[in-house]
């Protein structure tokens, strides 16, 4: 659905050390900024981190991101815990769907990211 998602962070260096071990677990690489763009091609989805000025940093978005199974989003939880994050909901099943499995962390913006699996 999405070509690329980008926040606009106010310590780049700081974001990455969450992102790349977190979003690594689902396969997908979190890229510096937009200038990466070209260096990875068009063919997947990029997850871009731009270091911004604190007026127009991205806090508090919601982004969830699918995983293949549940033992997926126990792994991205602990990855993302164990690279700084913020728990905001242990991994378990929610009142969205009878197997909808879900985790919640906050990256070091207050962004509230979500991994599910609806298996």
């Known amino acids: 659905m999405f070509d690329h998602v980008l926040l606009n962070v106010s310590n780049r260096k700081e974001s990455m050390k969450f992102y790349t071990p977190a979003l690594q677990i689902l396969g997908i690489k979190?890229?510096?900024d937009q200038n990466?763009?070209?260096a990875y091609g068009t063919d997947s989805f990029h997850f871009w981190l731009r270091e911004s000025d604190k007026k127009v940093v991205t806090r508090k978005a919601h982004l969830a991101f699918s995983a293949s199974s549940r033992k997926q989003v126990?792994?991205?939880?602990?990855?993302?815990?164990?690279?700084?994050g913020e728990s905001n909901?242990?991994?378990?099943?929610?009142e969205y769907g009878p197997t909808y499995y879900a985790a919640y962390v906050l990256d070091?913006?207050?962004?509230?990211?979500?991994?599910?699996?609806?298996?």
């Open 36 to 38: 990466a763009y070209t």
């Open 89 to 94: 909901g242990a991994p378990g099943l929610r």
């Open 74 to 84: 126990d792994e991205f939880y602990q990855a993302a815990l164990a690279a700084g």
């Open 108 to 119: 070091f913006e207050g962004n509230n990211i979500e991994v599910v699996c609806n298996k």
């Open 30 to 32: 979190a890229l510096y």
